[in-house]
């Protein structure tokens, strides 16, 4: 069974750094891409960009890039998304999906980590 | 980069029919995908490709497109569709991901 297995709620003061983890299981980690998608609450879902193990080429919107950095640790099926400094604003659940082939078709996604940043 | 617009939310009496659409450039040269979310949940993989449902998901729901526009259509709508309905498609360059806004059905 495919998992994608997400880190527990983070709570931050603004300015400090955040790592939040994606573990995969039940299939090969290396031939899917990672997805990160963020949803401040009550909000839509927002692609913030995405990694590849086969090439660990990482591609993100315009509007996340420079803020957010993807990574991955392919010796213990794991993505990242961490922040070097985070801003209230930065508060919302972020899921990690994988995408099946088709690039922007996200067939299972992570349950979701909760990011709450507040001074 | 292209945008996907959804209507903000749409209802269906119990049992009809009902038709969510998502417009976008991209969505001409590109597939759609649809994702439902309930409320306190990860988004759920509905339709993909042409009109392709993940196992486990209800025939009642069905894809279509038309130039520009994608549908969604739930055929018999049951109480527990009520949700958050998202498109989502490669940009115009093909490199990135775009998403919908979303709606929200609402099951009368």
């Known amino acids: 069974e495919v998992q994608l297995e997400q880190s527990g709620t983070e709570v931050k003061k603004p300015g400090e750094s955040v790592k939040l983890s994606c573990e995969g299981s039940g299939y090969t980690f290396s031939r899917y891409s990672i997805h990160w998608v963020r949803q401040m609450p009550g909000k839509g879902l927002e692609w913030m960009g995405t990694i590849d193990p086969r090439n660990s080429y990482s591609n993100y919107s315009p509007f996340f890039q420079g803020h957010v950095t993807i990574s991955l640790d392919q010796s213990i099926n794991t993505a990242y998304l961490q922040w070097s400094s985070v801003k209230a604003s930065d508060t919302a659940m972020y899921y990690c999906?994988?995408?099946?082939?088709?690039?922007?078709?996200?067939?299972?996604w992570g349950q979701g980590t909760l990011l709450l940043v507040s001074s | 980069s292209a945008e996907l617009t959804q209507d903000p939310a749409v209802s269906v009496a119990l049992g009809q029919t009902v038709r969510i659409t998502c417009q976008g450039d991209s969505l001409g040269k590109y597939y759609a995908t649809w994702y439902q979310q309930k409320p306190g949940q990860a988004p759920v993989l509905l339709i993909y490709g042409e009109n392709n449902r993940p196992s486990g998901i209800p025939d009642r729901f069905s894809g279509s497109s038309s130039g520009n526009t994608v549908s969604l259509t739930i055929t018999g709508a049951q109480a527990e569709d009520e949700a958050d309905y998202y498109c989502n498609c490669r940009d115009s360059s093909g490199s990135l991901v775009v998403f919908g806004g979303g709606t929200k059905l609402t099951v009368l």
């Open positions: 999906a994988r995408s099946s082939g088709y690039y922007s078709l996200l067939d299972y």
